[in-house]
């Protein structure tokens, strides 16, 4: 079980609880404005970007190549930007804070 | 060869040099090929603009044969973003429970139909008819209006013998205006009536304006959705087991779906005009000529995907660019993605296998590249 916390654009905070499953299907299913993840978490549409909190970085690691790829065109991408549909739901992540991006 | 499968026609030019010319009635265009520079140009819309001529962007070039800009995609930032905020919302519907109850429900019926049947031609008998019903759950308007579009064949802004044919687009263009004349009259719950009452910027969309959404809505979604229904199929002919699979695990659909758009990639290119002197793959581009940026070839560079010419339906991380890529990507790929999602859990419920009688290959001719993109026809039985 894995506590995660998306802050929106307009500043609602939303937490969730995941126990499976990618983040960016944690927030589709529970409709968090601005992850839309339209291709369903194969990397390909860059609709589930966050930022995360600079102090959980470590928690969640940085992108792989091809995910890097992706952010490396997005307008929005800073130094902590992840595709959530690439940061798998576990213990590890709990109690991280990500803003999203869009 | 089979039915299924389509060649990278790009592999030796994007290799060795990244880029080639296309010539296009007089309006040559720098095709370019590998994926990090298709997407790198396609991300660099204030060197590369869509908001050129109308018709320009497009290949071939439709400067000869329309005068109306097509929205959004023919619009440039800053009013780009306007547009597009107006209709993002209008082609997310598909995602709703109930927009994707009726989708099922049409795709159900027609796949019904086709297994009682001994043998069918997908393209016009499948893939048209599908196309055209689900564009009227996007446009929110009665069912029954499909069967005038279906009637007017598979290619409404092209004849068999040549890509631009004026006459036929204007078939389309005639039938929009009036269509749009009967949203004023009598104002529905349709996309018309919805953009006749918008306001982008504080000014009313103009007539023209609505006209220009509604040929890219109709325009967008024909070819490049008939191509990936009837590709889809001839894939699955030649691959029952992955029907199988796909029933014993649908949480493979939506990986399915991305790969099938990744290797089928029904839309080849899309054009830029450089607003100034630039340069790609250390070539120089001149300010006011066209770039193309070539997806299909992108999607097959060995750099990003691994046996890119293998269809790998569970295929993980797939950066395909299919559905463009930056500000303009796709405005219908909720609705495409969803069409294929509900056709291929339908498929592999109610289908066990497929018997490819005749083919006949549509290739594109590119000039130096001859590329298959579809079939001008596809015979096949299905089976319970």
């Keep these: ?102 | 060869m089979k039915v299924s499968e389509f060649p990278d026609a790009f592999k030796k030019e994007r290799e060795e040099k990244g880029y080639d010319s296309i010539e296009d009635q007089n309006d040559p265009a720098m095709m370019i090929l590998g994926h990090k520079d298709v997407r790198k140009c396609a991300h660099q819309w204030q060197t590369f603009q869509s908001g050129a001529k109308p018709g320009r962007i497009v290949i071939p070039s439709e400067v000869n044969i329309r005068e109306t800009r097509q929205i959004p995609f023919e619009v440039d930032p800053p009013e780009h973003k306007s547009y597009r905020n107006l209709l993002e919302a209008w082609f997310k519907r598909p995602l709703n429970e109930d927009y994707k109850n009726q989708l099922t429900t049409q795709i159900e019926s027609i796949v019904d139909e086709v297994l009682n049947k001994d043998a069918i031609e997908v393209v016009g008998d499948f893939s048209l008819p599908l196309q055209s019903r689900a564009l009227t759950l996007l446009l929110n308007i009665p069912y029954s209006e499909a069967d005038l579009w279906i009637s007017w064949g598979t290619h409404v802004f092209r004849s068999e013998d040549t890509a631009l044919d004026a006459d036929k687009a204007n078939i389309l263009y005639n039938y929009i205006d009036q269509e749009i004349d009967k949203a004023i009259e009598n104002p529905s719950e349709s996309l018309y009536s919805q953009l006749l009452n918008s306001k982008v910027n504080g000014k009313k969309l103009t007539k023209e304006e609505v006209k220009g959404v509604m040929i890219l809505t109709f325009a967008g979604g024909r070819d490049t959705v008939i191509n990936a229904v009837t590709n889809s199929i001839a894939y699955f002919s030649e691959h029952p087991n992955s029907l199988k699979a796909l029933k014993e695990n649908p949480a493979m659909i939506n990986k399915a779906v991305e790969e099938l758009v990744r290797y089928f990639t029904p839309l080849t290119q899309m054009g830029r005009v450089a607003t100034k002197d630039a340069e790609v793959c250390e070539h120089a581009v001149k300010a006011d000529s066209r770039i193309a940026l070539n997806w299909a070839s992108a999607n097959r560079d060995e750099r990003v995907f691994e046996n890119p010419n293998e269809v790998v339906l569970d295929r993980k991380v797939n950066p395909h660019l299919s559905f463009g890529f930056g500000i303009h990507n796709c405005l219908g790929a909720t609705h495409a993605r969803q069409i294929l999602r509900i056709l291929l859990a339908t498929l592999s419920k109610k289908v066990t296998s497929i018997d490819v009688l005749e083919a006949k290959e549509n290739i594109e001719d590119l000039g130096n590249f001859k590329r298959k993109v579809g079939f001008d026809s596809l015979k096949v039985q299905f089976n319970k």
């Design chain 1, 1 to 102: 079980m894995a506590k995660i916390t998306f802050i929106t654009s307009d500043n609602e905070t939303i937490t969730l609880e995941g126990t499976s499953g990618s983040v960016m299907e944690l927030a589709v299913n529970n409709n968090v404005k601005g992850i839309d993840g339209d291709c369903g978490g194969v990397c390909s549409c860059a609709t589930c970007h966050v930022h995360v909190a600079p102090e959980d970085f470590a928690k969640t690691g940085g992108p792989e190549e091809l995910e890097n790829d992706m952010l490396e065109f997005d307008d929005l991408t800073n130094e902590y930007s992840r595709l959530s549909c690439q940061l798998q739901i576990s213990e590890a992540l709990d109690g991280i804070v990500l803003k999203v991006a869009k």
